[in-house]
């Protein structure tokens, strides 16, 4: 006979900070149904028992409200539980869609069907808390509108074996332990360390990083996929190259295309790979006609990819601006940028141009100037100055056009460009002069701006807001770091890697949750 657990929990205590809200939930309610008296209800009973037994089965529900939580970051389920009978039983928990039941309503007759296992625990003879992560259960309900998720308990092993769980009418009941945000979770790390290395979404939501440095190994060639619902990585084939301070592009065909870098003592190399996420499999395809590394690369809406400027031969930035062509494999020269410039932006505007801003050349240093690019005629104009000079700062295509520019050494200023009017306005301020940060468009329409270099590596993040044009900080990570990735996940949550923290090249990774 099945005993069944049902829960429906409330909140007890809620922590809100800068680094999310952690509230502990409290059962509102429980009952249990019992297959040997199978139109009973035990809504007021003070055991909750879990067996498996022909014709006496005991299993459980739960029932949770998620009620006005922010996005689910973590969750835990805690039970206090015990075997009365064997030493040692499992106690397994299931996901249950059905959470129209009642408390003084349930019966074995009328009881939720068990869905797919999510999280089981070996349950010893003295009573203990065990602990289940029910995060990707969790978020895949609120993100599915539910604001009710139902649980379902059962234990296998044993024929005769009973299994005890406190209910919410004696101490130590269930508790709910969940975390929402904005708040930054652990995730996990790399198998290799990297620090200048680019990162891009594949189409089927797996999570691309190649090459890099690291202090171990020197320029890396290898390449790893990141799993947003394992939370794993896995390497993947290595580069036909080494690629640092590179570019990786996402091409329509869902191949990606890896340009640039430094390859020791032979200059920049030319050589360009491209990654079939099918096989796995790196494949070197057309080279460039100039060798370069911290330069651009903007897929236009014809389908090629626009390379511009960097750091090339002779330790020079370049003017030079490059077409590939995904059907051919090959690159053509197109229009030269009016300066050479390096550690500079290219941000793809709504009409298809290109807009280009700041970089680093000598004389006279850091830019303020910027260029468009019109595909069409394949031409560069010059665009009004920015307000500032900007080098190693971010640009980011709002949902309104407009392009947001941040951070760079020594500035905490923040401007928008107007491609309607060719305008430079200036916005609020970053909280936290930075360099080297990652700015990500989150789903919402804000744009998050993570960790980068000032006095050392910044661990802070904050957001920006399109509609009041004020940043305010969000969240801090475990560690500082610059030179890392940051990438949009299918699921609206950030994936933050690598980089350094000042005194290590960082495998580790977090998950920014909004």
């Known amino acids: 006979m099945t005993k069944i657990l049902c829960l429906s929990i409330g909140v007890v205590v809620a922590l809100n900070s800068a680094s999310g809200a952690l509230s502990t939930n409290a059962p509102l309610a429980d009952s249990h149904v019992y297959e040997a008296s199978p139109t009973s209800n035990f809504g007021t009973e003070t055991l909750i028992k879990l067996k498996t037994s022909v014709n006496n089965n005991r299993d459980g529900y739960m029932k949770f409200?998620?009620?006005?939580?922010?996005?689910?970051?973590?969750?835990?389920?805690?039970?206090?539980?015990?075997?009365?009978?064997?030493?040692?039983?499992?106690?397994?928990?299931?996901r249950v869609s059905e959470t129209n039941w009642g408390e003084t309503s349930i019966t074995w007759n009328n009881r939720p069907s068990l869905g797919s296992r999510i999280d089981g625990a070996n349950v010893t003879t003295s009573y203990a808390w065990y602990e289940f992560d029910v995060t990707a259960y969790l978020r895949a309900e609120q993100a599915s509108g539910k604001t009710i998720a139902?649980?379902?308990?059962?234990?296998?092993?044993?024929?005769?074996?009973?299994?005890?769980?406190?209910?919410?009418?004696?101490?130590?009941?269930?508790?709910?332990?969940?975390t929402t945000g904005p708040v930054f979770v652990p995730t996990g790390s790399m198998r290799v360390g990297r620090y200048d290395f680019a990162a891009t979404v594949l189409t089927n939501g797996m999570v691309l990083v190649s090459g890099g440095w690291n202090g171990t190994n020197g320029y890396l060639n290898s390449a790893e996929l990141y799993n947003p619902e394992t939370g794993t990585w896995a390497l993947t084939g290595a580069m036909t190259n080494v690629h640092n301070s590179h570019t990786l592009t996402l091409l329509p065909n869902g191949k990606v295309l890896a340009v640039g870098s430094w390859q020791n003592i032979y200059g920049f190399h030319k050589n360009t790979d491209l990654y079939d996420p099918?096989?796995?499999?790196?494949?070197?395809?057309?080279?460039?006609?100039?060798?370069?590394?911290h330069h651009t690369a903007t897929l236009l809406t014809?389908?090629?990819?626009?390379?511009?400027?960097g750091y090339s031969t002779n330790l020079e930035p370049i003017t030079s601006a490059e077409l590939y062509d995904p059907?051919?494999?090959?690159?053509?020269?197109?229009g030269d940028m009016g300066v050479g410039r390096y550690l500079h932006t290219a941000t793809l505007l709504a009409d298809g141009r290109v807009l280009v801003t700041g970089g680093f050349n000598y004389p006279p240093g850091v830019l303020q100037d910027g260029e468009i690019y019109d595909p069409v005629t394949e031409t560069w104009s010059w665009a009004d100055n920015m307000m500032v000079p900007r080098r190693h700062h971010t640009a980011t295509l709002l949902a309104n056009g407009k392009v947001l520019l941040a951070g760079g050494p020594y500035d905490d200023?923040?401007?928008?460009?107007?491609?309607?009017?060719?305008?430079w306005?200036?916005?609020?301020?970053?909280?936290?002069?930075?360099?080297?940060?990652?700015?990500?468009?989150?789903?919402?329409?804000?744009?998050?701006?993570?960790?980068?270099?000032?006095?050392?590596?910044?661990?802070?993040?904050?957001?920006?807001?399109?509609?009041?044009?004020i940043w305010s900080q969000v969240a801090t990570m475990s560690r500082g770091r610059r030179n890392h990735i940051a990438v949009l996940l299918f699921n609206g949550d950030v994936l933050v890697a690598g980089g350094d923290d000042g005194s290590e090249i960082l495998g580790y990774a977090e998950i920014y949750v909004p």
């Open 65 to 94: 409200s998620l009620s006005g939580l922010g996005t689910i970051a973590h969750a835990t389920l805690r039970l206090n539980a015990k075997m009365a009978e064997t030493p040692v039983s499992d106690l397994t928990l299931y």
């Open 150 to 178: 139902s649980f379902g308990l059962h234990t296998t092993n044993g024929v005769n074996a009973v299994l005890n769980v406190k209910p919410r009418e004696v101490s130590d009941a269930p508790q709910l332990v969940i």
């Open 278 to 293: 099918v096989s796995g499999i790196w494949s070197q395809t057309g080279s460039m006609a100039w060798g370069r590394e």
């Open 302 to 309: 014809n389908g090629l990819v626009l390379v511009t400027g």
């Open 327 to 334: 059907s051919t494999g090959t690159w053509t020269a197109t």
């Open 413 to 423: 200023s923040s401007e928008l460009y107007d491609p309607s009017t060719g305008d």
């Open 425 to 469: 306005s200036a916005t609020g301020d970053i909280t936290t002069e930075r360099s080297v940060p990652t700015a990500t468009l989150l789903s919402g329409g804000k744009v998050l701006l993570s960790g980068g270099y000032d006095a050392g590596p910044i661990a802070t993040a904050e957001v920006y807001n399109p509609t009041t044009e």
